[in-house]
């Protein structure tokens, strides 16, 4: 059973930074881990994903730059460095685990809340 517990969100003020963690377990170098984020009111968007088997990266254009998604094999464990933050990144941020990356099979944590003040 595939279990993701993420931790790290709060309130910050725009400019400052915040370090989402993602605790994993029953997840495999299959599998492709990713955050995506859901503002209120909007669709939850992708956000970044790394490869658990050689650390391949992706971001979406909105956080190009100021976010880094990285993996702690030795802990089971993927994180979200987030910098230079802005008001439009306040969302509940998922953590989420997808099967060889194909979207079939995906699992998705509870969420962190993420708040960013002007």
């Known amino acids: 059973q595939v279990l993701l517990v993420e931790s790290g969100g709060g309130l910050v003020q725009a400019g400052g930074s915040l370090r989402l963690s993602c605790a994993t377990s029953g997840t495999e170098r299959s599998f492709t881990m990713g955050w995506s984020r859901q503002a209120p009111g909007k669709e939850r968007e992708f956000v970044a994903k790394i490869s658990w088997s050689g650390g391949k990266t992706a971001y979406a254009d909105s956080v190009k730059g100021r976010f880094t998604m990285s993996i702690d094999n030795a802990k089971n464990t993927v994180y979200l460095q987030m910098n230079s933050l802005k008001p439009e990144d306040t969302a509940v941020y998922y953590c989420?685990?997808?099967?060889?990356?194909?979207?079939?099979?995906?699992?998705w944590g509870q969420g962190t809340q993420v708040t960013v003040s002007s």
């Open positions: 989420y685990a997808d099967n060889y990356g194909l979207g079939l099979t995906v699992y």
